[in-house]
């Protein structure tokens, strides 16, 4: 079964710069939505910036303009490039993709991103 690998995650000041990657280990087909979601403790999961097959990347109100995301079809890997952090930013960040006629899932494993003021 295909897998998500994420990388990049890490502890960074407030204000400094991080650039999450997420790399399919095989191919996905009909692949419709590729992003990011994040959870603090505590919390609930929610989205943080998703971009659909041919379509425009949308963002958590939170993160626009801060934050960046990408994709290299080719490769089936997703980028987050995550400027100017704030504390509040600290959570584990999960990788998505949602494919195939269904909305399948499939979530990476989660990569800590810690904030320090």
């Known amino acids: 079964q295909v897998q998500l690998v994420e990388s990049g995650g890490g502890l960074v000041q407030a204000g400094g710069s991080l650039r999450l990657s997420c790399a399919a280990s095989g191919t996905i087909f009909r692949i419709i939505i590729m992003g990011w979601y994040r959870q603090a403790p505590g919390k609930e999961r929610e989205s943080v910036a998703v971009?659909?097959?041919?379509?425009?990347?949308n963002y958590a109100d939170s993160v626009k303009g801060r934050f960046t995301v990408s994709r290299d079809i080719a490769k089936n890997t997703v980028y987050l490039q995550m400027n100017s952090l704030k504390p509040e930013d600290t959570a584990v960040y999960y990788c998505n993709v949602k494919y195939g006629m269904g909305y399948r899932d499939l979530w990476g494993q989660g990569t800590q991103v810690i904030v320090s003021s």
């Open positions: 971009i659909p097959t041919g379509g425009v990347a």
